[in-house]
């Protein structure tokens, strides 16, 4: 709250409250209208009350799906049990036709003879996750019982001691220097008996409640990976339609981890992408320039000859595991999905382990809610659950999956193997590995003295096939209000022109998908200094995890700004 301006906000009551509009959240907030409804419809047959439970969702999103980024394949297992007639009514998906696997050299492909077990796709679905969380959010509209707000971003938790009592959501209508403009409005402090928390992975809010109440006490960092993505339309002839086809390889060396993928959505429309695991080596390595070099490759510059992109994004990926997960219940409060870190790094998919734990959590928070028991006792019940269904037995068998990775690519996929004959140990158990940004290795230890010279080794991008990355943050649809307070959160700008200078050579200009940073001429005689165009920000939080010293901050900016991803 700007100083000066008088502390009055409005107060939202409710019963349950959902932090973000991915899969895990609507997927909960449907599950638990729909337990509601189910038991008033009996109680009704018995003579009895109802039971009255406000459901709300909130989403910093401008609307549902504009912040929805995934690959992405679809398990159907979770939506089965949530809509079993899914299909009937019309969920936004295309059969996956045909699976391969390849591992790229530059200029050749070598087609795997046979698909591993993780990779194999026959039943599963090729989605957009846009479409498909506003197809959620239809559902939910037309069942009723639940206050869906878009527009609200989450940016502070409400606590009384140390339990969770609801969110504050982000003040609108303050300028860059922190002072209320005429449009004015504080945010809303939304009081709820159970707040649920699926803001994604490196969740701002989550995040700030894990250092207050060490929810990570005992467990792995959590590793990330990012993933960069455009989705082109493509002409019909390509064949594209169903296509799932995962890359090794090229242009990655052999000690950095990830991959690229092809998804072919419908006939004429081609998601293309690549993940990079955020624990590389070598600091001047950059996500977008090596996802531009992926698109020379033969393979996808063949599919995409004669078409045009239509939508970029890039987003970051949990892949810590079954040893990463933090405590997942707390007094007043639930954690979801990517949030919690349920992600199945070797299946490259977490869409169903979202939807299966928002479930879940709508289960205990139906029984908390009836029986009035709504502290962590009570809630931890949601783990218990968990760990009794398919999401912890899916984790737990690629425990050490990325972990595996750590001496490169062919050791990785040695353990990969392993891991399968040996329900998830692998080569060895990984209960203590390091976060990712502590194995960036400092500009000399890297390259020695020769130091490379970027601006003669960095590709030149045609405008066709290949582009800048100002272009593709135009074509992410990406607005913020140009006069609000940065969100982007720099403790030290001075170590950015000094030691992170001589160190790492700012490695944030290069891991940031969006030209948020640049280094540029500080007018004062002493060097460069940091410059941060929050404006372009796409919101994959790739600068709050790879960041070396760990002083950048993402936090929202202002409800309704960012990426328009609505068909990624």
């Keep these: 709250m700007p100083e000066g301006v008088p502390m009055r906000r409005e107060i939202l009551e409710v019963d349950a409250l959902f932090v973000g509009a991915g899969p895990a959240c609507l997927a909960g907030a449907y599950h638990l209208a729909r337990l509601q409804k189910r038991h008033n419809e009996i109680a009704a047959s018995r003579g009895e009350p109802p039971l009255e439970i406000s459901i709300a969702l909130i989403e910093k999103g401008a609307e549902i799906g504009s912040h929805a980024f995934s690959g992405a394949v679809l398990d159907p297992v979770a939506l089965q049990e949530l809509v079993p007639d899914f299909l009937a009514r019309g969920a936004p998906l295309q059969p996956v036709l045909t699976d391969q696997v390849s591992f790229l050299t530059r200029t050749r492909r070598i087609g795997l003879p046979l698909i591993p077990p993780p990779l194999q796709n026959h039943g599963n679905y090729i989605i957009s996750l846009g479409r498909l969380v506003r197809w959620l959010a239809d559902l939910i509209e037309q069942q009723g019982g639940v206050d869906l707000l878009p527009g609200f971003g989450g940016r502070e938790v409400l606590y009384e001691g140390n339990r969770v009592v ?127 070099r992926f698109k020379q490759h033969p393979l996808v510059a063949g599919l995409l000859r004669g078409g045009k992109v239509l939508a970029y994004g890039a987003k970051a990926i949990p892949e810590g595991g079954y040893y990463a997960v933090p405590v997942l219940a707390v007094d007043g409060g639930l954690i979801v999905g990517d949030s919690g870190g349920l992600l199945n790094a070797m299946r490259l998919k977490g869409i169903h382990l979202a939807m299966k734990s928002g479930m879940l959590a709508a289960e205990t928070l139906f029984d908390a809610l009836r029986t009035g028991d709504t502290t962590a006792s009570s809630l931890e019940s949601y783990e218990k659950r968990l760990r009794g269904s398919y999401v912890f037995r899916e ?44 194995r960036m290795r400092k500009l000399r230890e890297y390259f020695g003295k020769a130091l490379p010279a970027l601006e003669e080794v960095r590709m030149r991008f045609d405008g066709v096939t290949t582009f800048d990355k100002l272009t593709d943050v135009y074509h992410s649809g990406t607005r913020h209000e140009e006069d609000q307070p940065p969100h982007l959160l720099v403790a030290d700008p001075d170590l950015c022109r000094t030691r992170c200078t001589e160190e790492y050579g700012n490695p944030c200009q290069h891991f940031c998908p969006a030209k948020v940073y640049e280094m540029v001429d500080g007018g004062d005689g002493k060097g460069k200094r940091l410059q941060i165009n929050a404006s372009n920000c796409v919101h994959c939080k790739t600068c709050d995890i790879m960041d070396p010293y760990q002083v950048i901050t993402w936090v929202p900016p202002e409800g309704g700004g960012g990426p328009r991803y609505l068909d990624l």
């Design 395 to 438: 984790l737990h068998r690629v425990r050490n999956f990325h972990q595996g990775f750590e001496h490169g690519l062919w050791a990785g996929l040695l353990n990969s193997g392993l891991q399968m004959i040996t329900r998830g140990r692998g080569l060895r158990e990984c209960r203590s590995f390091p976060g990712g940004h502590e």
């Design 166 to 292: 609801g969110v504050r959501t982000g003040d609108k209508g303050i300028d860059r220097h922190g002072q209320p403009k005429g449009s004015f409005e504080p945010g809303i402090d939304i009081r709820a008996k159970v707040t649920v928390f699926g803001e994604g992975p490196r969740g701002t809010l989550v995040k700030a409640m894990t250092q207050r109440l060490r929810l990570d006490e005992g467990r792995n960092p959590q590793v990330y990976s990012t993933g960069v993505k455009e989705l082109w339309s493509v002409p019909r002839e390509a064949g594209v339609a169903g296509l799932v086809h995962h890359t090794l390889g090229y242009p990655l060396d052999l000690k950095t981890f990830g991959g690229g993928f092809l998804y072919g959505l419908s006939e004429d429309h081609l998601a293309v992408g690549l993940v990079i695991g955020l624990d590389y080596r070598n600091p001047t390595l950059d996500l977008h320039h090596e996802f531009q």
